[in-house]
């Protein structure tokens, strides 16, 4: 069966800092798909990255940077010099990537406050 | 990208009464689905919404608590039916795009939250 996991329910960090969040996944395809959202107070989910199951490239987008490892099944997300716009619920998602591509399977999702 | 508009953007209902709640997509989709999520908690898929055929339903969920409509390739509506306060959540709902032979994309529309009183 597929499974997230994101570890961390909250975290709180001050502004400037680094912060990683964690997300472990589990599933047999051997053909998927792993995303990453953002989820803030108003509620809509923000889409940030999506990575296929053959492409293990890391990937940096300003001070965002994603590392996904397949040997450890994680796909861990890093935000550089956090700022308090960053504070929101993180999701991690995974998807069957032979058909039903929008079917996601979604982590409990990490709580990020950002303090000035 | 896709782009979806979700309606209501919230609502606040009598607990018993049904409350519909609409999706349309900006291109055509073969594939639209329906999430909640309760308070605190992470997104979990309902059902997904076949074009010209009964929606699928996840375990857990039922037709008759949460019937679909899927005229076309770009709209859908999620109904919740006989409503009870544990039916307050957000509902979204997702296209998925591809994007090329082997890459796609999730989208989600603005969610519906809804409060049962």
């Known amino acids: 069966a597929q499974k997230v996991t994101q570890a961390q329910t909250e975290i709180s960090v001050v502004e400037k800092e680094d912060v990683t969040l964690d997300c472990v996944y589990e599933t047999r395809d051997t053909t998927y798909y792993l995303f990453w959202y953002k989820q803030p107070p108003s509620g809509e989910l923000v889409f940030l990255i999506r990575?296929?199951?053959?492409?293990?490239q890391n990937e940096i987008s300003g001070r965002y940077s994603w590392n996904f490892q397949k040997s450890t099944s994680s796909f861990n997300f890093t935000i550089t010099a956090s700022q308090v716009v960053d504070s929101a619920v993180y999701f991690c998602?995974?998807?069957?990537?032979?058909?039903?591509?929008?079917?996601?399977?979604f982590g409990q999702g990490t709580t990020l406050q950002v303090k000035p | 990208s896709a782009v979806i508009s979700q309606k209501p953007s919230r609502d606040i209902c009598q607990r018993g009464t049904s409350l519909t709640i609409q999706c349309q997509v900006d291109s055509q989709v073969t594939m639209m689905f329906w999430y909640r999520q309760q308070p605190g908690q992470s997104l979990t898929l309902i059902a997904t919404a076949n074009q010209g055929s009964e929606a699928t339903y996840e375990s857990g969920f039922v037709i008759d608590k949460f019937p679909i409509s899927r005229p076309n390739l770009t709209f859908s509506t999620l109904t919740v039916s006989n409503m009870s306060p544990e039916d307050s959540s957000i509902y979204l709902c997702s296209v998925d795009q591809r994007q090329g032979a082997r890459d796609t994309e999730a989208f989600f529309g603005q969610g519906t939250r809804l409060t049962v009183v």
């Open positions: 990575r296929n199951s053959f492409d293990e």
């Open positions: 998602a995974l998807s069957d990537g032979s058909s039903n591509t929008g079917k996601l399977i």
